[in-house]
């Protein structure tokens, strides 16, 4: 018999929590409860020898918030059109979005003997680590973002590249279930701080970067047959490395989103077949 969600866990370094408890059995409303408890406590679960449908993952992540039933990426695999096999740099999944999921869920449904990794950095974390005069700096600040799809290797700079579509936000988000603040910045996606000059902007935001992306505070998930890895989409940022040569790697996703992320993305995302168009046209300035 299964022993209740929870009692079985074991803390991951730096952050996140491994919960042994077989899923497909079903959960008791109070698992539920516990799971949720859990995810927004450690934002990064991972219950290993996993076997769910998708419908069966759709069930777990409800006991954390709405699911998004609508997201067109269903599966993650190598010859994914948009994805593909390229490098993502670190990003929250559709952070361009008024409203980016709340919750992101992988399960390794068949994955090579030779593992990938997942990379996650916390940005509730980077913000209590942030110098006081940084965080006062960053107060009231709103920043342009852009909308990748979080594949740049490099960082956005300043000025877009014309016709690319962005969106302001706020700088520091503050997390609608937890209340904990976020440096809500990547590299990829984030292009300058509103109301700052070229030099000041790009100092502010190499400062959030350093502390956001300090190696000594990143996790790696080696993947293996059965994994399930449920995390905050708002609090960390996730990135992969290249799967070039890999040609087994499917992972079942599922997004816990209270706004339905496709009615969301703006008609003139820029695909990965323009990141090179991007690449010359920023060579050429
Ligand atoms: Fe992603």
Known sequence: MNHPLGSD??????????VRFDL?????????ATLKD?????????????????????????????????????YVMPDDPVLGTRHLA???????????????????????????????????DAWRRLPADV??????KRSVRAATPGVYEDEL???????????????VMVHPETGEPIVYVARCSTSR???????????LLHRLYDTIYDEAH???HWWRDGDLLIWDNLALQHARPSIEGITRRKLQRVTIATHEQSSQIPKSYVSPVDVDNWQVKEGAK
């Open 9 to 18: 866990i074991r803390p991951i370094e730096p952050f996140g929590l491994e």
């Open 24 to 32: 497909s059995r079903g959960l008791s409303p109070q698992d539920g």
């Open 38 to 74: 859990l995810f927004y406590k450690h934002k990064l679960l991972l219950f290993r020898g996993q076997t769910l449908t998708r419908d069966e993952q759709f069930g777990v992540l409800e006991h954390i918030g709405p699911v998004d039933r609508a997201s067109p990426l269903d």
């Open 90 to 124: 670190f990003h929250s999944d559709m952070h361009f979005a008024p409203f980016p999921a709340e919750g992101v869920s992988l399960l390794a449904l068949d994955v090579e003997e030779q593992p990938t990794y997942t990379a996650f950095v916390d940005a509730a």
């Open 135 to 140: 965080k006062q700096r960053l107060e009231g």
């Open 157 to 171: 700079p300043y000025d877009l590249p014309e016709g690319m579509h962005s969106m302001e936000r706020e700088v």
């Open 193 to 203: 701080i509103v109301g700052l000059g070229r030099e000041e902007s790009s100092e």
């Open 218 to 220: 990143m996790l790696k």
